[in-house]
């Protein structure tokens, strides 16, 4: 079957920048308040929704763990099959929150009761219609007990990627989960970053070669000259910044969340040699080690 390809609509704003010691439901975060900001190109659809009350969130949990189909959630000790729970590492990681809605301001929706972590892509927003969406439901399964205690319960590492998560390198050796790559971009190399004491002579032996030109060193990116292939990336040659730094090439494969790119290098067995920043205007990479040589990440 083909691939769907989503893209967000905007991003959430929230005070929890951890998983861990947060609400696991919107009823367990009464009152906790947080922005939806909508990208400028969607702002026009958030007509008319200030009138609604409540509101569904519909977003990628682009923290969570590798796919796993069975689970021990939040509310309980037994391992359940993951679409009877909502437990944010499942085959396609999208999450479901119905949020009170304070105020539409702009593209911007001030929003309480946010279970959501800081920084998750937003995919769409539903307005919450009772008659549409309220049963009286006969049975609520294995959470028939354990359902009210949403209200206090507190989420763990569990769910989260690389060796904090305590079931993924099993299910990682038993191919049950997918590997990261398969929820990011084709791979790509965003940067291609040389460094060289000749910085000149590369610049135009690449321009011979490959038909590419070099632009004046850019301050943001260590003072590399840059020139833009027709993919997107971009290769920068500098000199070394200091007595100490080695000649190198340095390939930065684009990902669509630097962290957790990291977090599964390090889980599968890679020494970081620089965690996740943001270099401003250009995106956020790291840098890791795996068999003597330098392996980068961007986001962009
Ligand atoms: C159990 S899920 C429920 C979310 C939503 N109400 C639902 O039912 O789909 C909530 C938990 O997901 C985790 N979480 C929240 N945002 C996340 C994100 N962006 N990526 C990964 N995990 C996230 C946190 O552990 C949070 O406590």
Not at 85 to 97: H, Y
Not at 181 to 194: D, H, S, V
Not at 243 to 263: H, I, K, M, Q
Request: negative net charge; aromatic residues 8%; hydrophobic residues 40%.
């Amino acid at each position: 079957m083909s691939e769907i390809d989503l893209r967000p609509i905007g991003t959430i704003h929230s005070p929890y920048t951890s998983v861990r010691d947060m609400p696991i439901q919107p009823r367990g975060a009464l009152g906790v308040a947080g922005r939806v900001e909508v990208f400028s190109e969607f702002a026009e659809g958030l007509a008319d929704l200030s009138g609604f009350s409540h509101v569904y969130l519909v977003y990628h949990f682009h923290r969570a763990a590798a796919m796993r189909l069975s689970v021990v959630p939040f509310l309980d000790g037994s391992a359940r099959g993951v679409f009877a729970t909502r437990a944010p590492c499942r085959p396609n990681p999208v999450g479901l929150s119905v949020v009170r809605l304070r105020e539409v301001r702009g593209n911007v929706l001030l929003v309480e009761n946010l279970d959501v972590l800081d920084g998750t892509p937003l995919l769409d927003i539903k307005p919450y219609v009772p008659a549409f969406d309220r049963w009286d439901v006969e049975s609520t399964g294995w959470l028939a007990r354990e359902g009210r205690d949403a209200d206090t319960a507190r989420s763990d590492g569990r769910f989260e990627p690389g060796p904090s998560s305590p079931h993924a390198p099993d299910l990682l050796r038993s191919g049950l989960a997918r590997p990261l790559a398969e929820r990011t971009k084709p791979m790509q190399i965003r940067y291609l970053e040389i460094v060289t004491p000749d910085v000149d002579a590369v610049c135009a032996t690449y321009a011979r070669v490959h038909g590419v030109s070099f632009g004046e060193p850019q301050p943001g990116l260590g003072n590399a000259r840059t020139a833009t292939l027709a993919d997107g990336g971009v290769v920068g040659v500098r000199a070394p910044m200091h007595e100490s730094e080695a000649p190198v090439v340095r390939p930065y494969v684009l990902v669509d969340d630097v962290e957790a790119a990291a977090s599964a290098a390090v889980a599968a067995g890679a020494e970081l040699a620089h965690p996740p920043l943001e270099l401003p205007g250009h995106g956020k990479f790291a840098i890791y080690i795996q068999g003597g040589i330098h392996h980068g990440l961007w986001q962009v």
